[in-house]
């Protein structure tokens, strides 16, 4: 028998002991009840990581292979304001490894940010020397950085991308859904010391790259226009110019040259005008070449042929109240003799022969008035009226190449129609699409968009412009050993302060194909505004000249007396 | 027998703790061996931005004629050798590299 106090004793420790057991059942209901999604999510946030993958952006190469834009990762600087002690100190330290004034660098630092970006895609070596610092508060994240290692080389048709990878200009905005890396967010393992140990389950896979894009552009072929281009217009003292080498048979092109250049790695400092593709975004009158789709329309038409007599009413014709003059006062000529010498009063004399409905229908034919659909944003149509609007004294403008604005793309895009027999192939840029194995996405084929004049017509007009590069207004275009089919152009632009053409400022230009024979480069060259001789045949078709022979030797072309020298040694 | 079963029972759980240790160990190599993988390609897409820099032809032309004194070959300084047969140019492409666009209409112009 147990007495009264020690039975007491034990009711006391049996009631601790429940109320012990109490207190530890209601925390375990509380822990694992009441508070389990809260203490899961703190726990997961404590030993889990979640990480957004981007692949890398998708490089962009010649048609040899050659690299011509490529992301490469480098270092951005971050700061944890909250955790310094003494942002005046830090920004002292880093302003001469970032090249960032202090003063910037503190001001960001006191801001009542969480986290700021203190610079973004430096240079590797200032990475290298921030880890050596080993700042608190200050860290360091790896982000692509677009680079263009050929400088301003074909910067005009590359573009390029923002800051956060975005394609904003040219091919990288054309093709930036095939540039983009994929995107993919990872939640990685952490132990007690912050360590990935790797990602829940291994077969995790790293985001793909973006597919990679091979141009038809050569960039030996591009390096040789935009040199050849830059010294005319530095020579000329040029406000622009423009090059376009395009291959007739495929409407591949092979150069798109602009000047002034730009580098696309620093594009930060420069304006918009700096960097639009005039190529395709710039219209202007294209004044003489126009005569050669003029000329090709009579033929086609039989309205003239090449040795069909054409009045040139010695220099001077009146149309609806206005005279229209000839370079040199000329007689009796023969049609060919017209497009040779440039006469504007014969052309336009095989305008009116065509008529308005016709014209327009060769014009339109030729791809003028309307997009080429190369493959590069920004381009225009261009300006050409429908016949309705036209005045009394515009079939013969239009013959001669006014009230008529092309983009320098439609009119190479014209002369290489003659070209390659009558028919318009569709130009483009990009030839094929990889994806990051290598494997084809896409292949660009050529393209024929029309056939605008028969095969017979194509070889009498070349005739005809071989007789404008030996006899005519082009001579200086002629390369020597090769067959040169060519037609200058010098317009006068419209004065913007009186609306009249201007009598000092001009457009020469210059389009062809050579060799003639078997064309394998149809190309056109224009400069804006030259100062001093402004005429097509004095300062585009030197460039014309200079180009096409370093091209045709680069493509290992042979020259006609090549043939001869051959037949020569072995007889 | 029942000893046995007790040391085969300890071995499991040891063979179990080995296990999920090694896997811990190997995750943590894995982690390194990723780590150094992706030095080695930034590494290499340096290397390949520095090449194509150094290969770009506005270079190599500064180089040859400001180092090396080249000059460009003047008009009719260069003659192409072909093979016997070889036909120097190819203007035209075969018929099946070559497709009509959809949407644009064929058909001479004018007709």
């Known amino acids: 028998m147990t007495s009264g106090p020690s039975r007491g004793r034990r009711y006391v420790m049996l009631l601790l002991l429940l109320c ?140 390029f991308s923002g800051m956060d990878g975005q394609g904003l200009e040219g091919l990288e905005r054309r093709y930036d859904s095939h540039l983009l890396g994929e995107k993919r967010v990872t939640v990685l393992q952490r132990d007690a010391l912050g360590r990935t140990v790797f990602p829940k389950g291994l077969t995790e896979q790293v985001p793909a790259p973006g597919h990679s894009l091979m141009l038809t552009v050569d960039e030996v072929i591009q390096y040789i226009a935009e040199k050849e281009l830059e010294e005319a217009v530095t020579h000329s003292r040029a406000k622009s110019g423009t090059v376009i080498v395009m291959e007739p048979q495929s409407g591949a092109i092979l150069a798109l040259a602009i000047s002034p250049r730009f580098d696309p790695n620093v594009v930060a400092a420069l304006t918009p005008d700096r960097w639009r593709n005039r190529a395709l975004t710039d219209t202007y009158e294209p004044g003489s070449t126009m005569k050669m789709v003029v000329a090709a329309a009579a033929l086609e038409e039989k309205v003239m042929t090449p040795d069909s007599l054409v009045f040139g009413e010695n220099g001077r014709m009146v149309i609806a109240n206005t005279t229209i003059h000839d370079h040199e006062k000329q007689g009796w000529m023969t049609f060919s003799e017209v497009i040779q010498k440039s006469s504007n009063i014969g052309t336009a004399k095989a305008g009116m022969a065509l008529g308005e409905q016709r014209l327009y229908r060769y014009l339109q034919a030729f791809g003028f008035g309307q997009r080429t659909e190369v493959d590069l944003p920004g381009e225009v149509n261009g300006l050409l009226k429908a016949p309705k609007d036209w005045g009394r ?4 403008s239009i013959s001669m190449g006014q009230e008529v604005g092309v983009t320098p793309l439609q009119m190479v895009s014209a002369v290489a129609t003659l070209a390659n027999g009558g028919v318009m192939m569709k130009p483009y840029v990009v030839s094929e699409i990889r994806d990051e194995k290598g494997r084809l996405v896409k292949e660009v084929l050529p393209q024929v968009k029309r056939r605008v004049v028969s095969p017979d017509t194509a070889r009498m007009m070349t005739t005809m412009l071989e007789g404008v590069v030996t006899n005519g207004t082009g001579t200086k275009g002629a390369i020597p050993g090769f067959r040169v089919a060519g037609k200058t152009g010098t317009a006068q632009k419209i004065d913007p302060r009186t609306g009249a053409y201007s009598s000092t400022q001009f457009v020469g230009s210059f389009v062809g194909f050579v060799p003639a024979e078997a064309p394998r480069l149809a190309m056109i060259v224009i400069l804006d505004e030259p100062q001093g001789e402004a005429w097509g045949g004095t300062v585009a078709a030197p460039v014309f000249r200079r180009v096409g022979e370093q091209v045709l030797n680069y493509l290992g072309v042979s020259r006609e007396d090549t043939v001869k020298i051959a037949l020569a040694m072995k007889d | 027998m029942k000893t046995l079963t007790i040391v085969a029972g300890v071995m499991l759980v040891f063979v179990f703790v080995w296990e999920r240790v090694d896997v811990v160990r190997v995750g943590y190599h894995i982690e390194r061996l990723k780590g150094q993988k992706v030095l080695l390609e930034r590494e290499r897409d340096q290397l390949q931005v520095k090449f194509s820099a150094l290969s770009a032809p506005e270079r190599i032309a500064k180089v040859a004629t400001e180092k090396f004194g080249l000059i460009p070959p003047m008009q009719g300084q260069v003659l192409m050798v072909h093979e016997p047969g070889e036909v120097p140019s190819a203007p035209l492409l075969p018929a099946e590299q070559v497709r009509v666009a959809k949407h644009i209409s064929s058909g001479r112009a004018g007709e």
């Open chain 1, 20 to 159: 012990g057991f109490g207190i530890i059942l209601f925390r375990l209901v509380t822990l694992q009840v009441l508070q389990a999604a809260e203490l899961t999510a703190r726990a997961d946030r404590q030993h889990q990581k979640t990480v957004s993958f981007e692949g890398a952006r998708g490089t962009v190469s010649d048609r040899h292979g050659k690299v011509l834009a490529m992301n490469v990762e480098v270092p951005s600087v971050f700061g944890i304001p909250a955790s310094l002690e003494s942002p005046s100190v830090i920004a002292r330290t880093l302003s001469p490894v970032l090249n960032v004034r202090s003063t910037e660098l503190e001001r960001k630092l006191r801001q009542d940010k969480s986290f700021v970006w203190l610079a973004r895609k430096v240079e590797p070596e200032q990475g290298r020397q921030l880890g050596q610092l080993s700042l608190d508060g200050i860290g360091v994240v790896m982000e692509g950085r677009r680079f263009y290692p050929k400088g301003p080389l074909l910067a005009h048709v590359l573009g």
């Open chain 1, 393 to 396: 004294r515009s079939l013969a």
